[in-house]
């Protein structure tokens, strides 16, 4: 029998026969200078036995879906027209050769294998390769393969378990695939059809419309208002320190802040009326900081941009790449937590060659491993992020590679090791009617933190003896005074944890759409500059930035004020923030100003859609029921938007040619 | 005659409750002009409800009824205590413990019909029922998401965090105004759960200092009411003084 097996990208392909081949394998060449054929024989075991393989691969999607020739004009047939004209899925012109070589190789085999990577868009690029392997055979087996890295063992196991392609994530790409089309074609020849006659700096710019780009543009333009618009307002406190054996302790005040300075001075007056402080409460008990969970595609593009200086797009790239080449396991994933019979211990071991982190790693292996945290997130196809193998950074190509891997490793490295631990002082005093609490902390065991330097948590100094029920005059009170500042533009990190939490764009997607606003040029990247002369920081408990501003430390600020001290030192390090040009903002302020119940400027419509994928992959609706419920939805949009046309533009004759007049 | 020994026994009735007495006339009025009339429990909660929605300025309470000492609001005073329970109702409401902005900013949000429970953006419910507690979405990070499995943080119920401290407008039968501010927590008093014009009796021993009525559980019964006229005008003047405050532009 002979069995044709087609992956995603050459890499795998390569990878793939080299495992299967026992490396006794012939190569030949195909009319695309980057797809080779792989022919070598290989036992499937009970499915198919004994098999003379051929091992090829496509570049991605082969097929694109266009509008027939007579939509090509941007203004005839009007727009509107594209939510229901024809479609037709063809073969994309870069990719003729690569359909030919399937459809050829494809007719002396009697079954075909799909290899593609095991995801949503993985599975329908499986349906594009086995319909132009159906042109040249239309009597094929068709199976696939599940597997999620190309280490040996894993790749031999799934050749032995070939499943069957998913048609429901077929459909979900599919339905995807034609919405982007028909909305995103839609929505851009009528911003460009309209805009682009307002003249100055529209007539020379790609207006392009896309259901996740604009919320992208959205979130940023939304961020900049809210620092443009704020306005400081003072605050006041009441600090209490106490000096014993040499130690200054600080007492903080149990009401934190109030924003009027008479209540805090009848408060103050009452403490120190009162005169003697007394002891309500002292506790000393263990304290841990959690070691990271497994990571996923949205935490590593995260933590990549806050530490590792590149974009998530960046980070992306890097780990596509290394995982092609068998480094790490497939880069993306949504799961948190690892399968209770993955080995995890052999893993580790692989990296105690290291010599950066080996003797880390020797470390767990010789008894410290710890099997990592459960997250509560599972994709049900990949693993989380892990290395496969040990690569010495002479080995990768290039210095991202070098990042992303090392921080790939030294984070699966932490997430296998124990907490950290310390002690934690807490102490409670009444002074008059007010309370006040210290908290002291002290580092114990490293742990994981050894080889997680991303990570910092700095202990306090240790504070002295206070006994229950003890009473004692306060060495100092007095009253604080501070600011409010704005909140900071959103980072990388910030903006995608905002499109995860709002559903725009999947793991995998985000820093695309990122890096699309930005060649837009709808938002602009500035480095983050230090703000001077802030007291404190801390604007609004709600607000979306906290958990990205910070960066370092700010996980431990959160958890228990362990961190409180590093968390204040904000910023620096290359962060980029991400502000809204004049075109952005005219955007996104034309589209809320018209409105109607869902501007394209807000997350909600594009959730929607990114829900009802879900849905068709979990067979609770069909494909053709989400095209017509989504198209018609976008298509009420397009007419009040036609409607209001003058609203949008008069938003850009006030933001972008500065003209409040119109 | 009969509504004149009627509104007697409610007004003893009332007194028993602890209020202080309306006038006869005022309670004739509130009587239901039905004859004959209800029950004397029934009568006695309903004048009672009247009491609450009245503005007590305005001649209902008894010449006797306490008031606030004259110098209750004097600053140079260090500290006094009320010498008895006193029946006030209240004019304003400002949470001390929150920004001015941050509360435009709740509102405008608000008003734009989203809200937000930690990063995600929700859409509130277009037909006005408001069952969205606010969500103070927890700074979470991927350390602390195991441990709120619910992923949303923060105030569970009323909306208004333990640590609130809350400032108050209060005016008692003769139109004497004070400041009233939260000393301990309490629980009923918060903005969007203490109405304007609601009743409050601050009981004798309640603690004046600098010229400010301190709040504690202890000395403060809340009982409830509002005034309808001054709730709305309240409430919908909000954000336009919010902003006036921090000298934003309130046309935005």
């Known amino acids: 029998m002979r069995v044709l097996c087609v992956a995603e990208k050459p890499s795998i392909a390569k990878a793939v026969a080299q495992h299967l081949s026992g490396g006794r394998s012939q190569t030949h060449n195909s009319r695309n200078k980057y797809i080779k054929n792989y022919v070598f024989d290989y036992d499937f075991g009970q499915e198919w036995g004994n098999c003379t393989v051929t091992m090829t691969s496509v570049l991605g999607h082969i097929t694109e879906l266009v509008f027939p020739s007579e939509y090509k004009d941007w203004r005839h047939p009007p727009p509107e027209r594209l939510f229901d004209a024809p479609v037709n899925t063809v073969i994309s012109e870069d990719k003729t050769d690569i359909a030919n070589n399937i459809e050829q190789q494809a007719r002396y085999a009697q079954a075909l294998c799909i290899w593609t990577d095991c995801d949503r868009e993985g599975e329908h690029i499986g349906h594009e390769i086995c319909e132009a392997a159906k042109k040249g055979n239309n009597r094929l087996q068709i199976k696939r393969a599940k597997f999620s890295n190309i280490e040996r063992a894993h790749i031999l196991n799934a050749a032995r378990n070939l499943i069957m392609l998913d048609d429901k994530q077929v459909n979900a790409v599919s339905a995807r695939i034609e919405l982007d089309l028909r909305i995103g074609f839609a929505f851009t020849r009528f911003l460009s059809n309209n805009l682009k006659p307002l003249g100055g700096p529209l007539a020379n710019l790609v207006l392009s419309y896309g259901s996740c780009q604009f919320p992208t543009l959205g979130f940023v333009v939304d961020r900049y208002f809210r620092v443009k618009n704020f306005r400081p307002e003072p605050f006041w406190s009441i600090k209490v320190m106490h000096r014993r054996d040499g130690i200054d302790v600080n007492f903080t005040w149990s009401r934190h802040r109030l924003f009027d300075r008479a209540s805090v001075i009848v408060l103050y007056e009452r403490c120190l009326l009162a005169k003697m402080a007394h002891v309500t409460k002292v506790q000393e008990k263990p304290t841990k900081k959690w070691r990271p969970l497994p990571l996923t595609t949205v935490e590593m593009q995260k933590m990549a941009t806050r530490f590792l200086r590149m974009s998530g797009q960046q980070a992306m790239e890097a780990a596509e790449k290394l995982y092609n080449k068998g480094f790490i396991s497939y880069p993306r994933t949504e799961t948190d937590r690892f399968d209770i019979g993955m080995n995890l211990r052999d893993l580790v071991q692989k990296q105690a060659v290291d010599n950066r982190w080996g003797q880390f790693a020797q470390g767990l292996v010789d008894g410290g491993f710890q099997q990592p945290r459960q997250g509560r997130h599972d994709d049900k196809a990949h693993p989380p992020i892990h290395p496969i193998i040990n690569a010495t950074s002479s080995v990768l190509d290039n ?78 009170a007095h009253i604080t005074e501070g600011k409010t500042v704005a909140p900071s533009y959103l980072t990388e990190a910030d903006l995608i944890s905002l499109m995860d939490a709002n559903g725009i764009g999947t793991d995998a997607t985000m820093a695309e759409h990122i890096q699309k606003i930005q060649d837009r040029e709808y938002v602009a990247t500035v480095p983050r500059t230090r703000r001077q002369g802030v007291e404190e920081e801390e604007f609004d408990e709600q607000s979306p930035a906290q958990g990205g501003r910070g960066g370092r430390g700010n996980r431990g600020a959160s958890r228990g004020r362990v961190g409180a001290v590093v968390s204040r030192a904000r910023g620096g390090g290359g962060v980029m923030e991400f502000i809204p040009t004049r075109l952005g903002v005219a955007l996104i302020e034309g589209f809320d100003r018209m409105n109607f119940e869902t501007s394209l400027g807000k997350p909600f419509l594009r959730k929607e859609m990114e829900l009802k994928m879900k849905a068709v992959c979990e067979g609770r609706t069909s494909r053709q029921v989400v095209l017509n419920e989504s198209i018609d939805q976008y298509r009420q949009v397009y007419f009040q938007s036609q409607e209001k046309l003058n609203v949008l533009k008069a938003a850009c004759r006030e933001y972008i040619f500065q003209n409040n007049g119109g | 005659m009969n509504r004149l020994s009627k509104a007697a026994e409610v007004q003893n009735g009332l007194h028993s409750q602890g209020l202080p007495s309306p006038t006869l006339a005022w309670i004739q009025n509130a009587l239901p002009n039905r004859d004959p009339l209800p029950p004397l429990l029934a009568l006695i909660a309903t004048v009672k409800a009247r009491l609450m929605a009245a503005d007590i300025t305005n001649a209902v309470l008894d010449s006797s009824a306490p008031s606030f000492p004259a110098n209750i609001a004097n600053p140079e005073v260090k500290e006094t205590k009320l010498e008895r329970d006193v029946l006030v109702q209240v004019l304003d409401i400002d949470n001390l413990t929150k920004s001015k902005w941050e509360q435009v900013e709740e509102l405008e949000a608000i008003a734009r019909g989203e809200q937000t429970t930690g990063r995600e953006m929700i859409r509130l419910p277009t037909n006005g029922e408001e069952e969205e507690e606010l969500g103070y979405g927890s700074l979470a990070t991927q350390n602390l998401s195991t441990a709120r499995p619910g992923g949303r943080g923060g105030a569970a119920g009323s909306g208004t965090p333990k640590n609130s401290t809350h400032r108050l407008v209060l005016q008692d039968c003769k139109g004497n105004k004070v400041y009233g501010l939260e000393l301990k927590r309490i629980d009923k008093i918060g903005i969007g759960t203490l109405n304007i014009g609601e009743k409050i009796i601050v009981k004798k021993g309640a603690i004046v200092a600098r010229g400010v009525l301190l709040l504690e559980p202890s000395t403060c019964v809340i009982m409830g009411g509002k005034i309808d006229a001054w709730q709305k005008a309240w409430f919908d003047g909000r954000l336009t003084r919010l902003k006036e405050t921090v000298g934003a532009d309130i046309r935005g």
């Open chain 1, 399 to 476: 210095d991202y590679e070098r990042r992303v891997y090392e921080f790939v490793v030294r984070r699966f490295l932490a997430c296998c090791s124990e907490d950290a631990k310390g002690m934690a002082t807490d102490i409670d005093i009444l002074y008059g009617e007010e309370l006040f609490h210290a908290h002291g902390v002290i580092v114990l065991e490293r742990n994981y933190l050894d080889v997680y330097v991303y990570e910092k948590w700095t202990g306090t100094a240790i504070l002295p003896k206070f006994s229950m029920g003890e009473r004692f005059e306060p060495f100092e």
